[in-house]
């Protein structure tokens, strides 16, 4: 059953933003903390004729990855991020998405997620996430979700 998460990412985010009329097209829902979802790339995102852009299949692993965050309820980024890329990532097709955490050690997150075009894995990643207070993102002075209000307050004194 899929579940509703109390947070929501940037409506700007570049992979999934609803208010971003750049973005990648992803959309995930949650299944406990499994986060599950799709992205149809078109011409915009061609890196040959037909075939996707590997930048846009590490964005979209970045964000797909990052999701994880919102069920585990701990605000976090990317220190480093690994994608392989296993199969052709082939333009117009609807490619699914699936990422979860493999492993939690203190402030380090490990996250895992794969893309598959039906049967076919296209890519896999793996990438170290690290828990950060809300508050680093507040150097940029720009106003922060309103969901984001007291995130990860419990994670960050577990
Ligand atoms: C947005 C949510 C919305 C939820 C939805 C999210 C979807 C969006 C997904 C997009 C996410 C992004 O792209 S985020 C944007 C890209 N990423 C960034 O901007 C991060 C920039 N980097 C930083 O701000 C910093 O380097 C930090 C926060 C990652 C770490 O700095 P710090 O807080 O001072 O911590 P530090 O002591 O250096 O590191 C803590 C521990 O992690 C280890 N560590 C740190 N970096 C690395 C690394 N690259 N490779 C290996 N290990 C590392 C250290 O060795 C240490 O281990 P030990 O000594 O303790 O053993």
């Not at 700007?12 to 009329?21: L, Q």
């Not at 829902?29 to 075939?51: I, K, T």
């Not at 976090?76 to 490619?95: H, Y």
Request: aromatic share 6%; glycine share 14%.
């Amino acid at each position: 059953m899929h579940s509703a998460p109390a947070r929501t990412h940037d409506p700007m985010c570049m992979g999934c933003g609803h208010a971003n009329p750049g973005n990648l097209g992803v959309r995930v829902w949650f299944e406990g903390q499994r986060v599950h979802g799709e992205v149809l790339l078109d011409e915009r995102h061609s890196g040959a004729p037909g075939y996707a852009h590997g930048g846009a299949i590490a964005a979209i692993m970045d964000d797909l990855l990052g999701q994880v965050l919102i069920p585990l309820d701990r605000p976090g980024v990317t220190a480093t991020i690994t994608v392989d890329f296993r199969g052709p990532a082939l333009l117009g097709r609807t490619l699914s998405l699936e990422s979860w955490c493999e492993k939690i050690d203190g402030r380090k997150l490990h996250m895992r997620g794969e893309i598959r075009d039906g049967d076919t894995l296209v890519a896999e990643a793996r990438a170290l996430f690290i828990h950060v207070d809300v508050s680093h993102w507040e150097a940029s002075g720009q106003p922060l979700p309103e969901s984001w209000q007291g995130w990860g307050g419990e994670a960050q004194n577990a």
